[in-house]
């Protein structure tokens, strides 16, 4: 099955810098590839999400990266700010499943 | 409004106590899956359903079992509580097909006792 690595685990940025959480997957099949954010006690929440055949997504502050030859994908935050502080997950999905990293918890300093 | 729901938000039993954990949408999403979750940590997943009379154990079938009667209703039981079931109870769905966003529950709180 697939395999999703998430690095790191934990983040301190200050407000205004960019923050880069990356993950891996090993299953070449996975050709989508959502992000996360899940504030203390709520659900997760969808933010980004990239498919196979695009490299780069980008949402006002937010954006993802896909490399699939190296089976690696990053989310870059850019002008951080408090509220950005949260979990963040990514995955790999491939037909009905979803796999899950272990979570970056990102805290930004104001 | 289109939703998903899951109930109880937070529920304490004893050890050996059957209990089930609802879990509704209104999406009319075919796909459906539970997650156990602790706090801040990753989602493991226990099982999910494609549709109507089908369900798969996922990584994690921790010793519960699930039904799909109903599309909108995917509820999943826990025939005997024990502590380490202790954790967050997430249900989720999504469209069919791949890549689909999946839309989370609030979450069910279990403390076995």
């Known amino acids: 099955g697939e395999n999703v690595e998430q ?46 055949n695009v ?4 949402d006002q502050r937010i954006a993802v990266t896909l490399n699939k030859t190296a089976k690696h994908f990053s989310l870059h935050i850019t002008e951080t700010q408090p509220e950005d502080s949260a979990v963040y997950f990514c995955a790999a999905s491939y037909g009905n499943q979803f796999y899950f990293g272990t979570g970056t918890s990102l805290t930004v300093i104001p | 409004e289109a939703d998903i729901y ?11 106590k059957k209990i089930t954990l609802e879990c509704s949408q209104t999406m009319g999403h075919d796909k459906m899956y539970w997650y156990q979750q602790d706090p801040g940590m990753e989602l493991h997943l226990i099982h999910y359903s494609y549709g109507v009379n089908s369900t798969e154990k996922g ?24 502590p380490s079931h202790t954790s967050q109870y997430l249900c989720a769905s999504s469209e069919f ?12 709180r279990l403390t076995v006792t």
């Open chain 2, 97 to 108: 097909g791949t890549g689909p966003e999946q839309y989370f529950g609030p979450g069910t």
């Open chain 1, 7 to 52: 690095h790191p685990s934990t983040l301190s940025v200050q407000e205004g810098d960019s923050a880069v959480i990356k993950c891996t997957y090993s299953d070449s099949a996975s050709n989508y590839f959502p992000w996360y954010k899940q504030e203390l006690g709520k659900r997760p929440q969808l933010i980004i999400d990239i498919r196979s």
């Open chain 2, 59 to 82: 990584d994690l079938s921790s010793e519960s079992t699930v039904s799909r009667i109903r599309t909108e209703h995917f509820p999943l039981t826990l025939e005997s509580a024990r």
């Open chain 2, 6 to 16: 899951q109930t109880p938000r937070y529920l304490v039993i004893g050890t050996g």
């Open chain 1, 55 to 58: 490299g780069e997504k980008k």
